[in-house]
């Protein structure tokens, strides 16, 4: 499948991707458009809209996208559930949410720096969240 979101990811525009290839469509395709781009575009491709004002896998209250997703597929894993409290923290403007969201977000920031392509942003942060999600799932007792 093919999803859709703006471009110049930062925090929940690639944890979403990550728990998307990892979890919900290992064939997932990514596309980045400016943000007045994307329901056009999705239209045309029949990308998948996330992270997007007003479409379901979006930001709902005061949870982030990561949630919406998690809902949506069904996913239950604890280390999951952990690192969506992360995300959520680091994405919603709340880093004492949770202690590990400053560093995410300051490793985010980091990354788009050094990366501005968004889908190399992607191929190298993957590797931020595989780690995250290993050392959350050694503090769930997996």
């Known amino acids: ?17 990550w728990l998307i290839k990892r979890f919900i469509d290992s064939e997932a395709e990514f596309l980045f458009v400016a943000a007045s781009a994307v329901e056009e575009t999705a239209a045309k491709t029949g990308a ?22 998690m ?20 994405d919603t403007g709340r880093p004492q949410a949770h202690p590990y969201a400053p560093g995410l977000e300051a490793a985010s920031r980091g990354f788009s720096l050094m990366f501005p392509d968004d889908g190399e942003n992607l191929r190298r942060q993957f590797a931020v969240y595989d780690a995250l999600y290993a050392c959350l799932r050694t503090e769930a007792g997996k």
């Open 1 to 17: 499948m093919k999803w859709i979101t703006r471009s110049h990811v930062h925090v929940d525009r690639v944890a979403c991707p």
């Open 48 to 69: 998948i809209p996330f992270d997007i004002k007003g479409v379901e896998l979006g930001h709902h209250g005061d949870r982030c996208t990561f949630w919406a997703l």
């Open 71 to 90: 809902d949506k597929y069904g996913l239950k894993d604890p280390a999951l559930l952990r690192l969506a409290e992360v995300v959520n923290a680091a």
